[in-house]
């Protein structure tokens, strides 16, 4: 599925305002997650060390993929996409587990706990 793809870029999610590339835009609005993409590997792993450095969480995702928006819409139509809301908190949740689980645990783990917060 999805559109034209980007395989060789790297994406890296953080929390740090001061390494943003545009630290009043960030990827959520109204929390503290960044996301630098389009990086090539070695910037990628320049701005991790910095991170790690000033002991920052962060998360490196490797590719791309765009849709077309009409074929987007009809993916959200059918109910392959669903969107949850959350915050700086469970951003930085996700930015501190990131490393240490699979990508399968760790959206599973994500999807329990934000429909656990949306229940209460």
Request: proline share 4%.
């Amino acid at each position: 599925p999805g559109g034209r793809t980007g395989l060789s870029d790297r994406s890296v999610f953080h929390s740090c305002r001061a390494l943003a590339s545009q630290p009043d835009s960030p990827a959520v609005p109204g929390t503290a997650l960044f996301v630098e993409d389009y990086l090539s590997k070695s910037v990628a792993s320049d701005l991790v060390r910095k991170l790690e450095q000033l002991g920052e969480p962060c998360a490196v995702t490797q590719g791309c993929t765009w849709w077309r928006l009409e074929q987007l819409v009809a993916e959200v139509q059918r109910g392959d996409w669903g969107a949850m809301s959350w915050g700086t908190e469970d951003a930085r949740w996700w930015l501190s587990v990131r490393s240490k689980l699979t990508t399968r645990t760790l959206w599973r783990r994500a999807l329990a706990r934000l429909t656990a917060a949306t229940q209460k």
